[in-house]
Nanobody, 126 residues
Framework: QVQLVESGGGLVQAGGSLRLSCAAS????????VGWFRQAPGKEREFVAAMNWSGRNTGYADSVKGRFTISRDNAKKSVYLQMNSLKPEDTAVYYC???????????????????WGQGTQVTVSS
Protein backbone atom coordinates (compact mmCIF):
# COMPACT_ATOMS: atom_id res chain seq x y z
CA GLN A 1 0.00 0.00 0.00
CA VAL A 2 1.25 3.47 -0.83
CA GLN A 3 -0.19 6.91 -0.26
CA LEU A 4 0.55 9.78 -2.60
CA VAL A 5 0.39 13.50 -1.80
CA GLU A 6 0.81 16.12 -4.52
CA SER A 7 1.95 19.69 -4.02
CA GLY A 8 3.23 22.61 -6.04
CA GLY A 9 0.16 23.61 -7.96
CA GLY A 10 -0.98 27.20 -8.26
CA LEU A 11 -1.78 30.11 -10.53
CA VAL A 12 0.77 31.09 -13.16
CA GLN A 13 0.78 33.25 -16.26
CA ALA A 14 1.11 31.73 -19.70
CA GLY A 15 4.75 31.07 -20.50
CA GLY A 16 5.62 30.51 -16.87
CA SER A 17 6.78 27.41 -15.03
CA LEU A 18 5.69 25.24 -12.14
CA ARG A 19 7.18 22.20 -10.50
CA LEU A 20 4.79 19.63 -9.09
CA SER A 21 5.90 17.20 -6.40
CA CYS A 22 4.40 13.91 -5.31
CA ALA A 23 5.50 12.44 -1.99
CA ALA A 24 4.92 8.72 -1.45
CA SER A 25 4.70 6.63 1.67
CA UNK A 26 5.78 3.00 1.85
CA UNK A 27 9.10 1.21 1.91
CA UNK A 28 9.43 -0.03 -1.67
CA UNK A 29 8.97 3.13 -3.70
CA UNK A 30 11.79 2.10 -6.04
CA UNK A 31 9.64 -0.80 -7.30
CA UNK A 32 6.84 1.49 -8.44
CA UNK A 33 6.18 2.86 -11.88
CA VAL A 34 4.84 6.40 -11.61
CA GLY A 35 2.82 8.76 -13.70
CA TRP A 36 1.12 12.14 -13.89
CA PHE A 37 -2.39 12.65 -15.23
CA ARG A 38 -4.63 15.68 -15.42
CA GLN A 39 -8.32 16.42 -15.61
CA ALA A 40 -9.87 19.66 -16.76
CA PRO A 41 -13.50 20.57 -15.95
CA GLY A 42 -15.90 18.62 -18.12
CA LYS A 43 -13.16 16.46 -19.59
CA GLU A 44 -11.87 12.97 -18.96
CA ARG A 45 -8.66 12.31 -17.08
CA GLU A 46 -5.77 12.30 -19.52
CA PHE A 47 -2.21 11.05 -19.49
CA VAL A 48 0.57 13.61 -19.09
CA ALA A 49 3.85 11.82 -18.31
CA ALA A 50 5.11 8.56 -16.86
CA MET A 51 8.31 6.85 -15.80
CA ASN A 52 8.96 3.18 -15.21
CA TRP A 53 10.39 1.73 -12.00
CA SER A 54 14.04 2.06 -13.09
CA GLY A 55 13.71 5.56 -14.47
CA ARG A 56 15.14 4.43 -17.81
CA ASN A 57 11.83 4.60 -19.65
CA THR A 58 9.63 7.66 -19.87
CA GLY A 59 6.58 8.65 -21.86
CA TYR A 60 4.88 11.97 -22.55
CA ALA A 61 1.64 13.11 -24.08
CA ASP A 62 2.20 14.83 -27.40
CA SER A 63 0.68 18.01 -25.98
CA VAL A 64 3.43 18.36 -23.36
CA LYS A 65 6.50 16.94 -25.13
CA GLY A 66 9.42 19.32 -24.95
CA ARG A 67 7.76 21.38 -22.22
CA PHE A 68 7.25 18.96 -19.30
CA THR A 69 9.79 16.66 -17.65
CA ILE A 70 9.08 13.84 -15.22
CA SER A 71 11.70 12.77 -12.71
CA ARG A 72 11.96 10.74 -9.53
CA ASP A 73 14.11 10.62 -6.43
CA ASN A 74 13.79 7.20 -4.81
CA ALA A 75 15.74 8.26 -1.73
CA LYS A 76 13.13 10.94 -1.11
CA LYS A 77 10.27 8.71 -2.31
CA SER A 78 9.18 11.50 -4.60
CA VAL A 79 8.14 12.12 -8.16
CA TYR A 80 8.32 15.49 -9.86
CA LEU A 81 6.80 17.15 -12.90
CA GLN A 82 8.66 20.19 -14.17
CA MET A 83 6.31 22.20 -16.34
CA ASN A 84 7.72 24.95 -18.56
CA SER A 85 6.18 27.20 -21.19
CA LEU A 86 2.77 26.69 -19.65
CA LYS A 87 -0.32 27.36 -21.71
CA PRO A 88 -3.91 28.12 -20.66
CA GLU A 89 -4.90 24.70 -22.00
CA ASP A 90 -2.65 23.12 -19.35
CA THR A 91 -5.14 24.26 -16.70
CA ALA A 92 -6.39 21.20 -14.84
CA VAL A 93 -6.18 19.21 -11.63
CA TYR A 94 -2.97 17.20 -11.80
CA TYR A 95 -2.81 13.75 -10.24
CA CYS A 96 0.12 11.58 -9.32
CA UNK A 97 -0.27 7.81 -9.73
CA UNK A 98 1.77 4.72 -8.91
CA UNK A 99 1.74 0.97 -9.51
CA UNK A 100 4.15 -1.84 -8.72
CA UNK A 101 5.68 -3.22 -11.87
CA UNK A 102 8.99 -3.95 -13.55
CA UNK A 103 8.13 -3.48 -17.20
CA UNK A 104 10.61 -1.68 -19.41
CA UNK A 105 8.03 0.83 -20.50
CA UNK A 106 6.06 3.74 -19.15
CA UNK A 107 2.47 3.04 -18.15
CA UNK A 108 0.24 5.51 -19.97
CA UNK A 109 -3.29 4.30 -19.22
CA UNK A 110 -5.03 5.38 -15.99
CA UNK A 111 -6.44 1.89 -15.48
CA UNK A 112 -2.89 0.55 -15.21
CA UNK A 113 -2.38 2.39 -11.92
CA UNK A 114 -3.43 1.24 -8.46
CA UNK A 115 -2.67 4.28 -6.32
CA TRP A 116 -3.66 7.91 -6.79
CA GLY A 117 -3.09 11.18 -5.01
CA GLN A 118 -5.78 13.72 -4.25
CA GLY A 119 -4.68 16.11 -6.98
CA THR A 120 -3.31 19.63 -7.13
CA GLN A 121 -4.83 22.48 -9.11
CA VAL A 122 -2.81 24.16 -11.84
CA THR A 123 -4.29 27.30 -13.39
CA VAL A 124 -2.58 29.07 -16.29
CA SER A 125 -3.86 32.55 -17.10
CA SER A 126 -3.61 34.09 -20.54
Amino acid sequence: QVQLVESGGGLVQAGGSLRLSCAASGRTFSSYAVGWFRQAPGKEREFVAAMNWSGRNTGYADSVKGRFTISRDNAKKSVYLQMNSLKPEDTAVYYCAAVTGFADRAYVLPQEYDYWGQGTQVTVSS
